[in-house]
């Protein structure tokens, strides 16, 4: 299982790196490979508002259909479109293949977050 170390992770198996008052937010190495080989993704739209825990993303594999949740409350305010066309660069690379960007509400729901030792902890 892949982690990087200067990102933020939720127990539900998203990660977050923020860029200033921006988060980008995508599934864990440990989720897409435990979801398989992802087929499609629904993206929320741009100016959708969520709050921490929200269920805002739902990706479907060739196993099941799966339900990403917001780490952080804020406004979505950009989607990776790129997975429209191919939502496999999720399985290739799920730190680089981004779903959304969050504008943050409340930045000090970060501090909620895991670090990249405590989130593999829970995933052994």
């Known amino acids: 299982m892949k982690l990087l170390k200067e ?4 127990k539900s198996h998203e990660w977050i790196k923020i860029e200033g008052n921006k988060a980008y937010i ?14 499609y993704a629904e993206l929320p739209e741009v100016d959708m508002a969520v709050e921490a825990g929200d269920q805002f993303v739902v990706l479907e594999s060739v196993k099941a259909a799966s339900d990403v949740f917001a780490p952080i409350s ?6 990776n479109e790129e997975l429209e066309d191919n939502p496999g660069l999720i399985n290739e690379s799920p730190y ?8 943050m509400t409340n930045p ?3 501090e909620e977050l895991l670090s990249a030792e405590d989130y593999e902890k829970i995933c052994e």
């Open 74 to 79: 804020g406004t979505v305010v950009e989607v």
């Open 96 to 103: 680089e293949a981004w779903l959304v960007s969050i504008e």
């Open 108 to 110: 000090k729901e970060v």
């Open 26 to 39: 995508g599934i864990t190495d440990y989720a897409q490979d435990h979801l398989g080989e992802v087929v």
């Open 7 to 10: 990102l933020k992770y939720a």
